[in-house]
């Protein structure tokens, strides 16, 4: 399986920001996608993640409102919309899947930076 994200950039505090997750090698039925962040010197945090197959989705308090994750059956691919950002959401984004039925993620893509800016 291979992710690629991308998307990431500085902006100021207020703006939105659109992360992508390009997801290839296998089919993703049955499977979870999710994105998670690491900011400087913290742990790595679960942000949102959506099923493939009906696209239900969870979403980490600190951005329930403000993000939305999203899956394009298509184009193999889950986006990360972003809004009204904090520079507490500052920080490296990375996109993950696992299968339904386990709660570890065996996948991950390289990160994508985010910073937002006060």
């Known amino acids: 399986v291979q992710l690629q994200a991308s998307g990431g950039g500085l902006v100021q505090a207020g703006d939105s920001l659109r992360l992508s997750c390009a997801a290839s090698g296998r089919t993703f039925t049955n499977h979870v996608m999710g994105w998670f962040r690491q900011a400087p010197g913290k742990e790595r945090e679960f942000v949102a993640d959506?099923?493939?197959?009906?696209?239900?989705?969870n979403y980490a308090d600190s951005v329930k409102g403000r993000f939305t994750i999203s899956r394009d059956k298509a184009k193999n691919t889950v986006d990360l919309q972003m809004n009204t950002l904090k520079p507490e959401d500052t920080a490296e984004y990375y996109c993950?899947?696992?299968?339904?039925?386990?709660?570890?993620?065996?996948?991950w893509g390289q990160g994508t930076l985010v910073t937002v800016s006060s």
């Open positions: 993950a899947v696992r299968r339904s039925a386990s709660r570890h993620y065996n996948w």
């Open positions: 959506i099923t493939w197959n009906l696209g239900s989705t």
